[in-house]
């Protein structure tokens, strides 16, 4: 059998073209927890708009929301996996059952290696050369996801997916956004500065505590939302730097030995003591409550823990954040102590994790 080592944004594909992609960083042994991102439409098809991707003959479709999930459940039974801390199955991959995978810093060096032959790895190029005259990084800190992962973007359409490894060089990079985004001869603009950016996202908004407006305020500081003017096409591109951790920044969590025990809904106040693993998949915020609204009263709420891609780099240090998702007690061999974690779920749009002073 095949060794593999990967994390989060590396891609896994199955003998069905299925493709999925790694979730985070703490696994089974031998198993990926995942999501599944994209199938060909001889297993798939989706009526949504946005789904629609092809390389040459080869035609897939994007999942949206929770039909990767019921998918999986309804059609591919055996790509779940047992997560013994939560006693229950989620998406995965089997390392025997792995037949490819693509790994973003692997293929962005393939792609910034050879002569761009279409416009959007002109584009691509363009914007290295910017930001690397800018900023002390490499080409090799950077990867790409999405359609370029998988080679199936439209020069004239597509998006410039990259990944940034590295909590330090993201400091670094943000530093580095923020200013190039006030320079007005700069080719990039923070996406979020206008209006603009929300029209689509409010069209299919659902979240019941958490305004467009609240979102594009949370979205814009974070920096990492861009749009790149490629002059040359006449058109800017959305740009995104989704952080990923360096190897030597990974320590897996898992123990299946732990117990992670559903106890209620809970609304809070808390204050961010640590942001450093906010940045990543999933985000992790060290708190300090300061009013328990609603759920347990647990006077030992040490985090809270999101795997919902809006809440990413959502708050920082010394912040107050009201939230809302589900109190958990989480029971390891040496210790236990409560978390809010937000998630899928049955009560997912309800969740929310953002700056008090907006609320």
């Known amino acids: 059998m095949a060794s593999f080592k990967l994390r989060d944004r590396d891609a ?3 003998q069905e073209d299925l493709i999925f992609r790694v979730y985070g960083y703490s696994h089974p042994p031998k198993v990926y927890v995942c999501d599944v991102e994209y199938a060909p439409a001889s297993v798939f098809r989706s009526k949504d708009p946005r789904a629609f991707r092809q390389k040459e003959k080869q035609i897939y479709y994007k999942f949206y929301t929770d039909q990767g999930l019921q998918f999986v459940l309804e059609k591919h039974p055996k790509y779940t996996v047992w997560y013994a801390p939560l006693q229950t199955r989620l998406v995965g991959v089997h390392s025997n059952q792995i037949t490819e995978t693509r790994r973003p810093d692997e293929t962005l060096q393939k792609l910034l290696a050879t002569q761009p032959c279409d416009k959007l790895l002109q584009a691509l190029q363009k914007l290295f050369n910017m930001i690397l005259e800018r900023v002390e990084l490499s080409q090799t800190d950077f990867g790409v996801f999405g359609s370029l992962l998988h080679g199936f973007y439209h020069p004239q359409f597509s998006d410039l997916d990259l990944v940034l490894y590295g909590g330090e060089k993201l400091r670094r ?4 956004l923020e200013t190039l985004y006030k320079e007005r001869s700069s080719q990039l603009r923070n996406e979020f500065e206008t209006e603009e950016a929300l029209r689509e996202k409010v069209k299919r908004w659902r979240f019941v505590n958490y305004s467009p407006k609240e979102y594009g305020w949370h979205q814009q500081r974070k920096m990492v939302y861009a749009l790149f003017k490629d002059e040359k096409n006449d058109r800017f591109i959305k740009t995104e730097f989704e ?9 897996g969590e898992y123990d299946a030995r732990t117990r992670i025990l559903k106890k209620s809904w809970a609304k809070v106040v808390a204050r961010i003591t640590d942001d450093y693993e906010a940045p990543f998949m999933p985000s992790i915020y060290r708190v300090e409550i300061n009013r328990i609204l609603e759920g347990v009263k647990a006077d030992d709420i040490q985090r809270i823990i999101s795997y919902v891609e809006e809440f990413r ?4 240090r010394d912040e107050e954040v009201y939230v ?3 109190l958990e007690q989480v029971i390891t061999p040496t210790k236990k102590f409560h ?4 998630t899928y779920g049955p009560r997912y749009y309800e969740q929310v994790l953002k700056v008090a002073r907006l609320s």
């Open 339 to 342: 978390q809010i974690t937000l």
């Open 12 to 14: 896994i594909l199955t």
């Open 173 to 176: 990079l943000r530093e580095t």
């Open 313 to 316: 780099m959502q708050a920082e």
């Open 324 to 326: 809302e998702g589900n």
């Open 243 to 251: 952080p990923v951790k360096e190897w030597s920044e990974i320590h």
